[in-house]
């Protein structure tokens, strides 16, 4: 019943949305909860079920815009006969290194000399490695760099990259796990964050992959383009349907004019129904599966894990590959949500992918919704951005109101409301402190049965 109420009084908040505001921001804001609430399940993978203090969700997120990108844009032919070769020898030096210096330190350890073989063949191996890697990038990032500048990717249906982002960042959740997962939760988070911070800088530098800070635009769409639909007949047939009562009393080209703007309109909603129908699926699947998985027998185990660590490895339970495989899978959701996100922007942008966005405000989601609750971490990524998106037009009006008696010119009211953005930040915190204080379990907490 709780939860019942939690989700019927958030649809009232997007149904006044509706009709205060406009469908069209209802209807955005609905697409971004509904990602909001995915990347939040993955958090709570992570620490509802397991206790693992991960906080770089935005490189894992900016891994599955990158998926986007690698899968959907075309190749640029020009930048693969620059430079494509050259790039494909850089990446088997880079393998043959890591091999390399494996091999050599499996081989050598316990004996001497052994720390300076390994450095002496990981120093051959990146001296061959940079002797590719330069003029491979150099060559690529200079052609036209206006426009591309980079290889481009597959050419295949963006929603492809969904599953691919997932397994980016399910790869590098395992390159990081088998680093830092042994260390203590507080070292743990720094490890992760500044392993996040890495990620987004790579990214933001390395033109040739992503065009870096210049940006990559035009990403395909899984659902029907606005201007495709207002020129189809089958959508101004319906729009003619459902306004029939508005355009009754109207004829000749006043009637032409409504209709015009209605399929204009009515395109725009469209598409956003389309993409919340497609989040929607995503998320019931992914919620689905997480209620599944925490109920069995596994999900009991991976509790017991979190309560006392040291009593379930006293019954034989591996404690560091369990946390290991809750961390690539929390770490591959989230990577869906970062695919899902640069489909819904059509863009991807390395210079938006900030800790406030895309680690502070998933927590907060996170706790506030009901760590260890999958319907709690539903909800709370839909009343988090709910309040992220509401927050500067509410504190707006707000100022306006108490500073209503002041003259237009006042130097203190121009200063309220140049920084009514920052209401967001002072509302995360009000609303985090709220909770903690009244309902420290979240508005949905975790439900532990007795058996």
Known sequence: MRAFIAFVIMAALLAAVWHIQSPTVALGMLNLCLISAVMALGVNIQWGYAGLF???IMGFAALGGVAAVLVSKAPVAEAWSAGGSQ???TALCFLGTITATTFAHRKTKGRRGHFLIVMLV?????????HFYGPAVDAIESVDPGKTGYLGGLGLPIMVSWIVG???AAGAAWLVGQIALGLRADYLAIATLGISEIIVAVLKNEDWLTRGVKNVTGLPRPVPYEVDLQQSAWFREKVEAFAAEKLTSLSGAAREEALAGLITEYSGLFVKLCYAGLFAIVLIVILTL???ALNSPWGRMIRAIRDNEIAAEAMGKDVKGRHLQI???GSAVVGIAGAMLATLDGQ??????QPLRFTFLIWVMVVVGGSGNNLGAVIGGFFIWFLWVEAEPAGTWLINLLTSGMAETNWLRLHLIDNAQHMRVFVMGLVLLLVMRFTPGGILP???KAR
């Open 54 to 56: 991960n906080v770089g």
């Open 87 to 89: 790039i494909g020898l």
């Open 122 to 130: 990981a120093v051959i191996g990146y001296i061959a490695t940079r």
């Open 166 to 168: 997932g397994l980016f």
């Open 290 to 292: 997480c209620v599944l």
């Open 327 to 329: 961390f690539v899978l």
């Open 348 to 353: 991807f942008t390395p210079g938006t992918y």
């Open 446 to 448: 975790e439900r532990v």
